[in-house]
């Protein structure tokens, strides 16, 4: 048994237009201290995967353990950031993180301890300066690492993120994921993301787990990769073997896995473009 098991899973929803079986069989085995990226095309089921393993859905067969204790419910050592944050709106910055910090800690950590802790978390990110504002006063990128922030307060086991720089533009993006394999080599947190980026997911994982198309999406492929760290973008823009995982991911999402063009609803003809976007000079452009 490993560190995180995702034995089985199978869920079924039910619809207007009867029983949806959205994911089939999705078996995974995830080791403390992994870092797992999940890709596959819009409306497969990577966010359904990671609501199970957040304990906010259950999944119809099979389930998930975590250090060999079942999942059923959500808890702080799953700690979940998502593309759009999820701050309030009327609490600081600090406050936001803190929040989190009395809730988890309160009776184990004392005061001064929490106040140190949340000031810890908010370094770690680069936000120390900006303790006192508010979410509307900061910018997007400056949100989500508030809310990254807020998730390594609470110390969890698993570090589950759903798109978390999907929403940021592209140069912020790169700030973000570099400060994330920062952060990850000194916290060698297990994590599992869900992106569809192509290059983030190169970069920032130790596998990456490749969904086929739903409905009853399952895993296709998993692609290690066995690049050493701490890893530069702009080293690896020019190494071949960089270069091949990119190729692999983008072959499967293009080749293997392409919906019968009559099939497309259009939530999935846009997914479909976003990742013909992948492999475009913008992505070099800011590489280089
Ligand atoms: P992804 O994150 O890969 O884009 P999702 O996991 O959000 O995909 O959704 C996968 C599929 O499951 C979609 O077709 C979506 O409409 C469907 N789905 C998700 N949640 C529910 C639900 N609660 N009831 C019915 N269908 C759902
Ligand atoms: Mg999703």
Same mark, same amino acid.
């Given at each position: 048994?490993?560190?995180?098991?995702?034995?089985?899973?199978?869920?079924?929803?039910?619809?207007?237009?009867?029983?949806?079986?959205?994911?089939?069989?999705?078996?995974?085995?995830?080791?403390?201290?992994?870092?797992?990226?999940?890709?596959?095309?819009? !409306?497969? !089921?990577?966010?359904?995967?990671?609501?199970?393993v957040?304990?906010?859905?259950?999944?119809t067969?099979?389930?998930?353990?975590?250090?060999?204790?079942?999942?059923?419910?959500?808890?702080?050592?799953?700690?979940?950031?998502?593309?759009?944050?999820?701050?309030?709106?009327?609490?600081?910055?600090?406050?936001?993180?803190?929040?989190?910090?009395?809730?988890?800690?309160?009776?184990?950590m004392?005061?001064?301890?929490?106040?140190?802790?949340?000031?810890?978390?908010?370094?770690?990110v680069?936000?120390?300066?900006?303790?006192?504002?508010r979410?509307?006063?900061?910018?997007?990128?400056?949100?989500?690492?508030?809310?990254?922030?807020?998730?390594?307060?609470?110390?969890?086991?698993?570090?589950?993120?759903?798109?978390?720089?999907?929403?940021?533009?592209?140069?912020?993006?790169?700030?973000?994921?570099?400060?994330?394999?920062?952060?990850?080599?000194?916290?060698?947190?297990?994590?599992?993301?869900?992106?569809?980026?192509?290059?983030?997911?190169?970069?920032?994982?130790?596998?990456?787990?490749?969904?086929?198309?739903?409905?009853?999406?399952?895993?296709?492929?998993?692609?290690?990769?066995?690049?050493?760290?701490?890893?530069?973008?702009?080293?690896?823009?020019?190494?071949?073997?960089?270069?091949?995982?990119?190729?692999?991911?983008?072959?499967?999402?293009?080749?293997?896995?392409?919906?019968?063009?009559?099939?497309?609803?259009?939530?999935?003809?846009?997914s479909?473009?976003?990742?013909?976007?992948?492999?475009?000079?913008?992505?070099?452009?800011?590489?280089?």
């Amino acid at each position: 048994m490993s560190y995180l098991d995702i034995d089985h899973v199978s869920i079924t929803f039910p619809t207007d237009k009867g029983p949806l079986n959205v994911l089939n069989d999705v078996y995974l085995n995830v080791e403390k201290g992994e870092f797992v990226s999940l890709i596959g095309h819009s !409306g497969c !089921g990577k966010s359904t995967v990671l609501n199970i393993v957040a304990g906010l859905l259950r999944a119809t067969e099979g389930g998930v353990v975590l250090e060999a204790k079942e999942v059923d419910e959500p808890g702080p050592d799953r700690a979940v950031v998502f593309q759009n944050h999820s701050l309030l709106p009327w609490l600081s910055v600090y406050d936001n993180v803190r929040l989190a910090v009395d809730r988890v800690f309160k009776k184990t950590m004392s005061k001064a301890e929490r106040d140190a802790w949340t000031r810890h978390n908010l370094e770690l990110v680069h936000m120390d300066h900006a303790l006192d504002r508010r979410p509307d006063e900061i910018s997007g990128g400056m949100k989500q690492r508030v809310g990254i922030a807020r998730a390594l307060a609470m110390q969890p086991k698993v570090l589950l993120m759903d798109e978390p720089f999907g929403a940021l533009d592209s140069l912020t993006r790169t700030h973000m994921q570099d400060s994330l394999m920062e952060i990850q080599s000194q916290l060698n947190n297990t994590v599992i993301m869900i992106t569809h980026d192509v290059d983030e997911a190169v970069l920032l994982s130790d596998r990456i787990v490749m969904m086929t198309n739903g409905p009853s999406a399952t895993i296709g492929e998993i692609l290690h990769i066995d690049l050493p760290r701490p890893r530069d973008r702009l080293e690896l823009a020019e190494d071949p073997t960089y270069n091949h995982y990119r190729a692999e991911v983008v072959k499967f999402l293009h080749e293997r896995h392409e919906r019968p063009k009559a099939k497309s609803s259009p939530v999935i003809r846009s997914s479909v473009d976003d990742e013909d976007a992948e492999p475009s000079p913008r992505k070099l452009r800011v590489a280089v």
